[in-house]
């Protein structure tokens, strides 16, 4: 069964810095990755989406990468400011029992100060 | 701009209730699929449906059940509410169908519903 871990689970940081979160999972078989925000009692919002034939995706001040033979990704937020601050998911697509639906990491919870 | 919709943001049930939450996209997706998120466990999938009528097992089912009667509406079904079921639920839907295995399409999401049983 695809795992997906997350580090950290938390994180402060100042703003202005740059920071980057972590995703890896245990089966390379994936048809794509995809990166959420979600806000406090709120859904999630789609961020990145890179296919498994991609090795990054840009928007904005975001940037995902996949290695999808090592298993990882990460995203890499620019300039934070004190509106990025929520939880961010990872979730990678893949054929298993559950047919094609995302399995999620447990999330890296941001907080980003002024 | 709304894709997914959920039909209600809070609830609160009683115990043994069978209570059905409501999700309506608007953006002709073959796939849909109900989550719950609890603290600690992450978002674990329920139930998804591929097509019209045809419904499939998640990896936790038990005590719930799905309706998809039209393409554009899931229903998931708590057939008798339990405490245990307290949680946030999350529809979402996607393109991607086992036909169109060239084809993989970003996940939209509904705005959760916040399910309290008491």
């Known amino acids: 069964k695809q795992e997906v871990t997350q580090i950290p689970a938390a994180l402060s940081v100042p703003e202005g810095e740059n920071l980057v979160l972590n995703c890896s999972f245990t089966d390379s078989a994936i048809y794509n990755l995809q990166w959420f925000r979600q806000d406090p009692g709120k859904g999630l919002t789609s961020l990145l989406l890179?296919?498994?034939?991609?090795r990054e995706q840009t928007s904005g001040r975001l940037n995902a990468s996949l290695d999808k033979s090592s298993g990882r990704s990460t995203l890499y937020i620019a300039a934070s400011q004190p509106g990025d601050s929520a939880t961010y998911l990872c979730?990678?697509?893949?054929?298993?029992?559950?047919?094609?639906?995302?399995?999620f990491g447990k999330g890296t919870s941001l907080l980003v100060t002024p | 701009d709304v894709k997914v919709t959920q039909s209600s943001r809070y609830l609160v049930k009683r115990t043994g209730e069978k209570v059905f939450l409501e999700c309506v996209q608007d953006?002709?997706?073959?796939?849909m699929f109900w989550y719950r998120q609890d603290p600690g466990l992450g978002l674990r999938l329920i139930y998804f449906s591929y097509d019209v009528k045809m419904k499939e097992k998640g990896d936790i089912p038990e005590g719930y059940s799905v309706s998809r009667e039209k393409k554009e509406r899931f229903s998931l079904i708590l057939e008798s509410a339990s405490t245990n079921q307290t949680s946030m639920y999350l529809c979402?839907?996607?393109?991607?169908?086992?036909?169109?295995?060239?084809?993989?399409?970003?996940?939209?999401f509904g705005q959760g519903t916040r399910l309290t049983v008491v």
């Open positions: 979730a990678v697509s893949g054929h298993s029992n559950s047919g094609y639906a995302l399995n």
């Open positions: 979402a839907s996607t393109s991607y169908t086992p036909l169109q295995a060239s084809m993989h399409t970003e996940a939209f």
């Open positions: 890179i296919q498994s034939s991609q």
């Open positions: 953006m002709d997706h073959e796939n």
